[in-house]
């Protein structure tokens, strides 16, 4: 069955509620149009099924860890392929242009470089992203996240601390010692920061810190060797290279041109504009000694692994997937889903499910429908719960701003009463409905299959207040159909001994 799917994001109470209000209205709709079972709903994938998921997002570095000595959060970044899916999308993907292009403004931007750091062992490489490397040639380290996969498999104390790994320095073929920082993003470039103590001061103050050499490949004009002219770090993009050999004399657009095209040549540069999307929770590590062993933490690796046999130092720990996870893999699967998310939500979780979905599956989600359901205005009108979530979801359009007044709340309150009424009167066991007396109610059956709950509960108000003032010998034939309907509108449960499908079935 199809997936309908709430995005809810960072909505207000209310505002979830009003859309999951309508989500309960699309699946009752679902289950009248197709009373086959098996329907699917949103919940969290069992943990055997989201474990596999979640190992592949981590292998690939883009999962990284809040703290907590009870719960380890897990935050997603984005990969460049899924940001290059979302932005090349074409016209036929079930997002409509403005949702796409909220999509697209949502991304901040850098234009730079990738270069390629070629591991000492030879064995793969570190890749950084980089604005201005006019002075790379004085670099004396690589800087990652703790969950970057370069050093998964080592242990990691917190703030800064050296991998014992080197990699090769794409220009001049320095051995670079590989750090571990607190202080690199993870959902910035790509988690690897070359770190330039002599000209950038986030750099200078971690070299400081731990002991970095700073050394100097630009400096200012006037500068002759002597200690009257030695540089005072950092120097930025000013002066001319020095000991840089045959780069010597240049400035800095000359010399990052000059070494942009070495290391291009060499295949370790490329020209690259780097597109952040952000980090978003997608769930959160519990221990759990009793959990079946599908996954387990390791606090001096940072890092998730598979339970089936866990190292030592390893916890047992159970997942609970956040909404947006739960949505994306269930996205994945199956025919495409029908998507429903507050409209404040179109640049937030509503841009993550897609990334996280490319990122799961491989290619671009396209749901079958999307539905942004406006906000709740704020008032001072009081009611009970029920007959306000009602007020919220069926007093106006769901594409239209829910204002919820003591008229609607009062109209609400009627409905119900009089719905209880003629639960009173309710339609005997197995009686069948009268096809003629239905007819009425197609219109009401219109709008449920248009996703119109307001407009179906006008009309089934309309419907009612008919039934009401008809004899009760002959508004039985129509009952079966208005009982049906109020669940399907209202959620309001029917008489038992009703076929739900054939009924609506039978209305024209």
């Known amino acids: 069955m199809q997936h309908i799917l709430l995005i809810s ?10 859309c999951g209000g309508f989500v309960d209205f699309l699946r009752r709709r679902a289950r009248l149009e197709d009373p086959s079972p098996g329907e699917a709903a949103a919940d969290s994938p069992p943990r055997e099924a989201a474990a596999e ?3 592949r997002l981590a292998a690939r570095g883009l999962l990284s860890y809040g703290p907590g000595p009870d719960e380890t959060e897990i935050l997603y970044t984005p990969s460049r392929e899924a940001v290059r899916s979302v932005l090349a999308a074409g016209g036929e993907t079930g997002f409509p242009e403005a949702v796409q292009k909220k ?18 062992s030879g064995e793969g490489h570190v890749e950084v992203f980089i604005t201005d490397w006019s002075p790379c040639p004085a670099a004396c380290a690589v800087a990652i996240h703790r969950a970057h996969p370069f050093a998964a498999d080592l242990a ?21 010692p590989v750090w571990v920082a607190d202080w690199v993003r993870p959902d910035f470039g790509t988690g690897a920061v070359l770190v330039n103590p002599a000209h950038d001061a986030t750099d200078l103050a971690f070299g400081r810190a731990v002991g970095l050499p700073i050394r100097f490949a630009l400096a200012p004009a006037g500068y002759d060797g002597s200690p009257a002219t030695w540089p005072q770090p950092p120097v930025v993009k000013s002066g001319r290279t020095i000991r840089t050999g045959p780069y010597d004399g240049l400035e800095p657009g000359e010399a990052a041109a000059r070494y942009f095209e070495v290391m291009a040549e060499r295949g370790l540069a490329e020209r690259y504009r780097d597109l952040q999307a952000g980090r978003w929770k997608i769930g959160r590590l519990v221990p759990d000694a009793t959990a079946e062993r599908a996954l387990a933490w390791h606090p001096a690796r940072h890092t998730v692994l598979p339970g089936a046999a866990p190292e030592a130092g390893a916890l047992a720990v159970r997942f609970e997937a956040a909404d947006l996870f739960a949505a994306a893999l269930a996205g994945t699967e199956g025919p495409r889903p029908i998507l429903v998310a507050p409209a404040g939500e179109q640049a937030g979780d509503l841009l993550a499910l897609r990334l996280l979905a490319a990122d799961l599956a491989g290619g671009p989600l396209e749901p079958a429908a999307l539905f942004l359901v406006q906000k709740v205005q704020e008032t001072k009108v009081e009611a009970p719960a029920e007959v306000g979530s009602l007020a919220a979801l069926l007093g106006a359009p769901v594409q239209q701003v829910a204002v919820i007044k ?17 639960l009173d009167q309710a339609v005997p066991p197995g009686q069948p409905a009268d096809g003629a007396a239905l007819r009425p109610l197609s219109k009401v059956k219109a709008a449920v299959r248009e996703a119109d709950p307001a407009k179906a509960f006008s009309l089934l108000l309309q419907t009612q207040k008919q039934l009401r003032e008809l004899s009760a010998e002959a508004r039985t034939g129509a009952l079966a159909g208005y009982f049906i309907l109020a669940e399907a509108v209202a959620g309001l449960a029917p008489p038992a001994g009703l076929d739900a499908g054939k009924i609506w079935d039978d209305i024209p």
């Open 9 to 18: 994001g960072n909505a207000s109470a209310a505002d979830r509620q009003r």
């Open 53 to 55: 998921p979640l190992l």
């Open 156 to 176: 990691k104390p917190d703030g800064a601390a050296f991998t014992g790994r080197y990699v090769r320095h794409p220009l001049t073929g320095d051995l670079l």
């Open 103 to 120: 999509h697209a403004a949502a991304f901040r931007g850098s234009d730079g470089a990738l270069l390629r750091f070629p591991a000492e």
């Open 406 to 422: 003591q008229q609607a709340i009062e109209q609400i309150q009627k409905f119900l009463r009089v719905h209880r009424e003629l």
